[in-house]
């Protein structure tokens, strides 16, 4: 079994920072990749960032790119996110996911959310 934990949202101020970070644990499981969506009241979820687990390839959504930074620490299966100059429209759930194999079948693994709210 698989589990996704989020952590580290919070209230800021605009044009503040936050670090939110995901583990997925289970000890025989291997991320492909490991990522965020965000979801905002009344909108549709959207991608945020994604990272390969192996190579270390980023993607970014247009509206968070030199803003965000998506890192990972392989050893601990943990993915971050540093977020700076956050702006109101940032406001959403952060949830976590990651693709990977604990078994022989590759699996989508979701957290639960963390919020994030950006004050103007």
């Known amino acids: 079994q698989v589990q996704v934990v989020e952590s580290g949202g919070g209230l800021v101020q605009a044009g503040g920072s936050l670090r939110l970070s995901c583990a997925a644990s289970?000890?025989?499981?291997?991320?492909?990749?490991m990522g965020w969506y965000r979801q905002a009241p009344g909108k549709e979820r959207e991608f945020v960032a994604s990272?390969?687990?192996?190579?270390?390839?980023?993607l970014y959504a247009d509206s968070v790119k030199g803003r965000y930074t998506i890192s990972r620490d392989n050893a601990k299966n943990t993915v971050y996110l540093q977020m700076n100059s956050l702006k109101p429209e940032d406001t959403a759930i952060y949830y976590c996911?990651?693709?990977?194999?604990?078994?022989?079948?590759?699996?989508?693994?979701w957290g639960q959310g963390t919020q994030v709210t950006v004050s103007s």
């Open positions: 996911w990651t693709l990977g194999r604990a078994t022989i079948t590759a699996t989508t693994y």
């Open positions: 289970g000890r025989s499981f291997s991320p492909y990749d």
């Open positions: 990272i390969n687990w192996s190579t270390g390839t980023t």
